[in-house]
């Protein structure tokens, strides 16, 4: 008999240490209470999960509530966009006009707020009115004026040079 | 363990799997039932503390129960839950052996009726005469506690747990010339720690 032989036979003793008497069942007991306590746990999570998507389901079903909610997003979107596009600001931004409209011109008034600084060249104004090369600007007081296109002006005098 | 018991072991194995698959709770139960005492000896000659055994256990099997849904049967259920056993029981020994070691105050009785431990006890040396079966066990233990991990895994399964080389290295993912290696050496610690009892 070998040496390695003999070890193998010592250790082999070992395979004696089995469980106690009624470990099995014990265990058994133990791994059911812990198995079935994984499973409530995993079907709880399981329950909160299926909630929250039903509620979230229940939240997207009426879409014209999400049209309504589109429509108003865009209607404020609208609402402050389109003040800044019809403003007439020049550099300084203090410049504002609203048409008046009427006569043989697309635009023959335009009254403005006049800006702070009575260096500013009125003649900026043309930038934004297509079709005039220049606007005459005309104080009223309390910081408004009257934008007149100089056509239009030199037409008025034309007809009464006629007259 | 043979061919023909494998086999057979295998058909009613795959039987509980697909019926634990299905989400029968109690096919699994049956399979914990069959291998608690086989995987009891692979964990307790490990880790040498039948709380830390019994812990583990509970682990394994419900890591496996957690897994048997993606149990290809690629391998015997028996090979699957081996693998699962000896890969937590080595993360446990290297998470326990940075915290402390264990002590061997836990040795069993049972084998002093065993016929092969009568013949070797009655027909070994002086020393192994004499000695008292609490000893020869603590011996045992501390023997094997002095292995490294992966020589006591090798141990426990083809010593203790009577595996085959080819079911080991399936078990533990290495090659059978690695597994007879590390028996090799393994052996010839245990005859340095154990020559008391040999010579």
């Keep these: 008999m070998s040496d390695f032989e003999d070890i193998q036979r010592l250790i082999r003793l070992k395979q004696y240490e089995s469980p106690p008497k009624d470990f099995v069942d014990q ?74 409209g009427g006569g043989d011109f697309a635009i023959e008034t335009v009254r403005i707020m006049v800006a702070d600084d009575p260096d500013e060249d009125p003649g900026l104004l043309s930038e934004h009115f297509e079709g005039y090369e220049e606007l005459l600007v005309m104080p009223t007081g309390h910081g408004t004026g009257i934008a007149v296109p100089v056509k239009h002006i030199n037409r008025v005098e034309e007809k009464a040079e006629q007259k | 363990m043979n061919e023909q018991a494998l086999s057979s072991n295998g058909d009613s194995d795959r039987d509980l799997v697909e019926r634990a698959q299905g989400g029968d709770t109690r096919a699994f139960d049956e399979l914990v039932r069959k291998y608690t005492p086989k995987l009891y000896g692979l964990v307790y000659n490990m880790t040498s503390n039948r709380e830390d055994t019994a812990d583990l256990l509970q682990d394994i099997f419900s890591k496996a129960y957690r897994s048997v849904r993606r149990f290809m049967g690629k391998s015997s259920f028996y090979t699957w839950i081996y693998s699962i056993a000896v890969n937590m029981t080595l993360n446990f020994l290297k998470k326990r052996g940075r915290y402390g070691k264990v002590s061997l105050d836990d040795v069993d009785t049972g084998i002093q009726n065993d016929p092969e431990f009568i013949r070797i006890t009655t027909s070994g040396t002086s020393t192994l005469r004499e000695v008292n079966i609490h000893e020869l066990q603590k011996r045992l233990n501390e023997a094997m506690m002095k292995l490294s991990e992966d020589h006591r895994t090798v141990v426990t399964l083809y010593d203790i747990q009577g595996l085959q080389h080819s079911e080991i290295s399936r078990i533990l993912g290495v090659s059978e010339g690695t597994v007879r290696s590390r028996l090799f050496y393994a052996h010839r610690q245990l005859q340095n720690f154990l020559e008391d009892f040999i010579k």
Excluded: C, N
Excluded at chain 1, 50 to 58: A, G, P
Excluded at chain 1, 61 to 80: D, F, G, R
Excluded at chain 1, 82 to 92: A, D, I, T
């Design chain 1, 27 to 100: 265990f058994m007991d133990e791994f059911q209470y812990r198995q079935r306590s994984e499973l409530l746990r995993q079907s709880a999570h399981g329950l909160l999960l299926e909630r929250l998507r039903m509620y979230f389901d229940e939240l997207a079903t009426p879409k014209w509530a999400l049209a309504a909610a589109a429509l108003v997003i865009a209607a404020i979107a609208v609402w402050m966009l389109v003040p800044e596009s019809r403003s007439v600001g020049g550099s300084s931004g203090v410049t504002e006009a609203k048409a008046e």
